[in-house]
């Protein structure tokens, strides 16, 4: 058989297929005297595109937890300040009934929705005599900062 016989598919007992595929063997079809063994694809992963898609699924996992408890403390937040809210609309409603109007400061404690609550107001005096000027503030027990202002006005006298 001449040597370079196999790179062409020419030879004794060979047919003009591709050398190699049908004996299960895979031959460079260069100048390469040396032939490449056959290799059949892989029909899994390898290790290490299985670690690094678990790397990424666990950084979107880490994202998302961090998403879901922001979007939780932010509804906590926004639950105090529509609750806060409510108490100072009461607060002005009581006002405007006939409690005091007096000019001047005053504060008190409410229970709402299951929740204490402590709230201030100041009656302050306007150009027109008639009218005053109420400012609400409320605030969740043991908090400094007000969960809610409301500003608003009452008539001077029932």
């Not at 108490?87 to 299951?114: H, K, Q």
Request: charged content about 20%.
């Amino acid at each position: 058989m001449h040597p370079k016989a196999h790179l062409n598919g020419r030879g004794a007992g060979r047919s003009r297929r591709t050398p190699g595929i049908a004996d299960g063997r895979a031959h460079c079809l260069n100048d390469s005297r040396f032939p490449i063994p056959y290799s059949r694809p892989s029909s899994g992963f390898t290790l290490l595109e299985v670690l690094i898609a678990l790397a990424i699924v666990a950084l979107a996992l880490v994202a998302l937890t961090r998403t879901a408890m922001v979007q939780v403390r932010d509804f906590d937040a926004l639950r105090e300040r529509t609750l806060a809210s409510w108490v100072a609309s009461n607060v002005l409603a009581e006002t405007r009934l006939g409690a005091s109007r007096m000019i001047g400061r005053s504060d008190g404690r409410v229970e709402f929705a299951g929740r204490p609550w402590r709230w201030t107001r100041e009656i302050q005096a306007t150009p027109n005599a008639e009218i005053r000027r109420v400012d609400i503030q409320v605030f969740a027990v043991g908090e400094q900062r007000p969960s809610a202002t409301l500003h608003g006005f009452a008539a001077a006298a029932p």
